[in-house]
């Protein structure tokens, strides 16, 4: 009898305990990966725009990942998936038949549909495209001089941009100093950070306002031009590197293939992961919704968790045994690089930036890429 195939769409944290469990032995199939890029841990891209490691440090590479495996790896993106047929569609026409699909496509930006956007901005996913930005701003601050100062935009001032404002300043100070560039955050929000607690977010603003970061908050911005942004007034906004990093919006593709979405277009997934009405399909990390807890926010932390569950339960699907349920945490510990060997945390109503902060994230973050790095090896 031939081994079953399991098809693994995307390489989101999720899919990194899915590939550890198959070289362990754990999880019996063949195994394909798509994934259209080199992949890089999100926890550790400030860290990489800031000089506190290099790209090669916070890189996952496919190739590397699946070395020894046995595991194919296919350089592209899925366009649609047939679930009635068991198969996918990918960007290229390719097509791929599974028995088992995981999807852990992650989330694309809001708004990324707005005029000029996807022409002249740069997206804050996938996450190694950050590291396109901070050349193109680097570019800018140095051509560029006190009187003239590079203006650097960032619109989205949730973690993502907040945290990314932080590092780049550190980087761009201690490269030109603080007189040739001014970062800008636009936020249509009338606060920055609004999904954290008040404490952590007045301390963020304050550090962000010390370091002469503007913070342009109720703010909206409707479309973007060569080298300048458009708000909701009117107003032109001119820029030298503009970063898009507004909140997260679901993949089209779910809601076009027909799978069970939720009401904003997220797989909607049993407490197993398993999509709802589908047993050959399973989501997990950004793109999907769990019916049990539609209020698990849209974070790494989650998908973290998912992921061990997420293992054991293709493991099971395979063997046609009964699957666990994934029960998300209520408290999660939050961790945000500043840049300057300082983090900002939060966990369980305690507010606390400092450098053991910084420590406990740096230790985290190093080790969870450690562990995956040493696959294939």
Request: proline share 7%.
């Amino acid at each position: 009898m031939p081994r079953p195939h399991l098809l693994l769409a995307g390489l989101g944290h999720a899919h990194l305990f899915v590939l550890e469990a198959l070289a362990s032995g754990a999880l019996d199939a063949n195994v394909t990966v798509v994934t259209p890029e080199e992949y890089h841990y999100s926890g550790m891209i400030p860290g990489v725009l800031a000089g506190c490691y290099t790209a090669d440090e916070a890189a996952l590479p496919p190739a590397r990942l699946v070395r020894g495996t046995g595991v194919e790896w296919v350089r592209g993106r899925i366009a649609r998936v047939h679930a009635e047929e068991k198969q996918v569609v990918l960007e290229n026409g390719g097509v791929l038949s599974y028995d088992l699909l995981s999807l852990d496509i992650g989330s694309r930006p809001a708004a990324d549909d707005l005029p000029g956007v996807c022409d002249h901005a740069t997206p804050v996913k996938p996450v190694g495209r950050t590291l396109v930005f901070r050349e193109a701003a680097v570019r800018a601050a140095d051509s560029a001089s006190a009187a003239t100062p590079a203006r650097v935009v960032i619109v989205g001032g949730g973690a993502a941009g907040v945290e990314i404002a932080f590092c780049l300043g550190t980087h761009l100070a201690g490269r030109c100093g603080r007189e040739r560039f001014r970062i800008s955050i636009f936020q249509s929000a009338d606060a920055i950070l609004p999904e954290y607690p008040g404490s952590f977010r007045e301390k963020a603003r304050t550090e962000l306002e010390r370091r002469r970061v503007e913070l342009r908050t109720g703010v909206e911005v409707r479309g973007v031009e060569e080298r300048r942004v458009i708000t909701e007034h009117g107003e032109p906004v001119p820029y030298d590197a503009l970063l898009w990093a507004t909140g997260p919006r679901a993949p089209s593709l779910l809601r076009a293939s027909g799978l069970p979405v939720d009401e904003k277009g997220y797989l909607r997934v049993q407490p197993t992961l398993r999509a709802s009405g589908h047993a050959e399909v399973f989501g997990a990390g950004d793109c999907m919704t769990p019916e049990h807890a539609p209020w698990v926010p849209k974070a790494g932390v989650y998908a973290v968790r998912e992921g061990p569950v997420l293992a054991r339960n293709l493991a099971r699907a395979l063997k046609g045994e009964p699957l666990e349920e994934y029960e998300p945490q209520r408290d999660w510990l939050s961790l945000m690089n500043t840049g300057d060997g300082r983090a900002l945390l939060h966990y369980r109503g305690l507010t606390h930036h400092g450098r053991t902060a910084w420590w406990l994230k740096d230790r985290i973050d190093r080790r969870f890429v450690a562990r995956f790095q040493r696959l294939g090896r």
